[in-house]
C-alpha cells in the first residue's frame, strides 16, 4: 500500500526535498526523532509525506531563521497544539450558548 500511495505522488523523496530547499536531512531526522513529523521508508529511500510539507517549513524557519533549538521548536508545536483545541472549544460553546439564546 505505501509503494501506491509514492508512485500517486503524496510523498515527497527527502534527499531531493532537502537539496530543494537547502536544509540538512539531520534536520528532518531530529523532526522525525522528537515525533513532530512521520516519514516513511521504501526501498532504501525515505519520503516525507506532502500532508507535513507545511509543518517542516514551518519548523525550519523557526531553526534556520530564528535559531530556535529543537526543545524550542518542540515546546512551540505544543502550545500552538493547546490553542488550536481551545479556539475549537470555544466555538463551540458558542454555538451551544447561541441554542440556548445566551449569545
Given at each position: 500500500?505505501?509503494?501506491?500511495?509514492?508512485?500517486?505522488?503524496?510523498?515527497?523523496?527527502?534527499?531531493?526535498?532537502?537539496?530543494?530547499?537547502?536544509?540538512?536531512?539531520?534536520?528532518?531526522d531530529?523532526l522525525?526523532?522528537?515525533?513532530?513529523?512521520?516519514?516513511?521508508?521504501?526501498?532504501?529511500?525515505?519520503?516525507?509525506?506532502?500532508?507535513?510539507?507545511?509543518?517542516?517549513?514551518?519548523?525550519?524557519?523557526m531553526?534556520?531563521d530564528?535559531?530556535?533549538?529543537?526543545?524550542?521548536i518542540?515546546?512551540?508545536?505544543?502550545?500552538?497544539?493547546?490553542?488550536?483545541?481551545?479556539?475549537?472549544e470555544?466555538?463551540?460553546?458558542?454555538g451551544?450558548?447561541?441554542?440556548?439564546g445566551?449569545?
Open positions: 500500500m505505501k509503494g501506491e500511495r509514492i508512485m500517486q505522488n503524496e510523498w515527497i523523496v527527502i534527499s531531493e526535498y532537502c537539496d530543494k530547499c537547502h536544509i540538512e536531512p539531520t534536520f528532518i531530529m522525525c526523532e522528537s515525533g513532530l513529523i512521520d516519514v516513511e521508508q521504501e526501498g532504501g529511500e525515505r519520503y516525507l509525506p506532502f500532508s507535513e510539507l507545511p509543518d517542516v517549513e514551518r519548523y525550519s524557519r531553526y534556520y530564528l535559531s530556535i533549538n529543537m526543545e524550542g518542540d515546546a512551540i508545536h505544543h502550545l500552538l497544539a493547546r490553542m488550536e483545541e481551545m479556539q475549537r470555544i466555538h463551540s460553546l458558542r451551544r450558548l447561541r441554542l440556548h445566551e449569545y
